[in-house]
């Protein structure tokens, strides 16, 4: 994807469930960014994380994001949902609501819904707003993003214009419903991504897009709320 930066996809998954995995190559250290459904073994199958063990952050704590965290010595998340990472039960991570055979085109051998969960992966770090994940030559800030879930998490590569921005914003249906969801935090969290002079946004699930494209987002999701739009400039 340029900068960098390379998304991984678990395979057989529909586009509305399949989660984006971000991995970004660093001088010193990578990063890599939610880790699906833990279907599919990660490690096992890409090279890249093979030979170099990378800083696994999660952007959150619904299954489609953290079921290959426990593969990985190094996990970050937000204190927020620090403990759903440690103790990922179904009912906690969504997947006693979404995690069936209609998310694939096809079923994985083995796939078997009843038995189904995320492996513990407990945090080595817990990240909180304004902190920094430093790859050496890059570094990516934490943007706190409540809404979507308690410890929704974005990382802002600001020196690029590059962000991260895991499920609170992507080009596609926003899942405002979950049980820890805030529609309040939701709005405050999209007006300070949108404040963001944003070159690029790398989002949870379907394709990135621009600058612009971000802005019709946030002030399209305000107007469904009837909520007031957002002045957008480019922030730079």
């Known amino acids: 994807m340029g900068e960098g930066i390379t998304l991984i996809h678990e395979p057989w998954v529909k586009p509305f469930y399949r989660c984006n995995m971000w991995h970004v190559r660093g001088r010193d250290a990578d990063l890599l960014l939610d880790t699906g459904l833990g279907v599919f073994p990660l490690r096992a199958a890409i090279a890249r994380l093979a030979d170099r063990a990378p800083i696994c952050v999660a952007s959150h704590t619904h299954f489609d994001h953290i ?36 998310m694939f085109d096809a079923l994985p051998k083995g796939w078997n819904t009843e038995t189904y969960t995320i492996k513990p992966a407990p945090a080595t770090r817990i990240l909180a707003d304004g902190d920094i994940i430093d790859l050496g030559d890059r570094a990516f800030e934490i943007i706190h993003t409540p809404g979507h879930s308690p410890g929704g998490i974005a990382l802002w590569d600001k020196s690029r214009g590059v962000l991260l921005s895991g ?41 990135s897009f621009g600058h612009a494209r971000l802005h019709e987002l946030v002030n399209e ?16």
Request: net charge negative; aromatic share 8%.
């Open 67 to 102: 079921g290959g965290h426990h593969e990985f010595d190094c996990r970050c998340v937000h204190r927020a949902e620090s403990d759903i990472l440690a103790a990922p039960r179904n009912d906690l991570t969504l997947a006693n609501r979404f995690a069936t055979e209609a």
């Open 167 to 207: 499920d609170v914003i992507y080009d596609g249906p926003l899942i405002t419903d979950t049980y820890h969801a805030d529609l309040g935090d939701y709005e405050i969290s999209l007006r300070r991504l949108a404040a963001l002079p944003v070159d690029i946004v790398h989002g949870g699930h379907f394709p």
């Open 221 to 236: 999701y305000m107007a469904k709320k009837h909520l007031p739009g957002c002045h957008l400039s480019d922030g730079k």
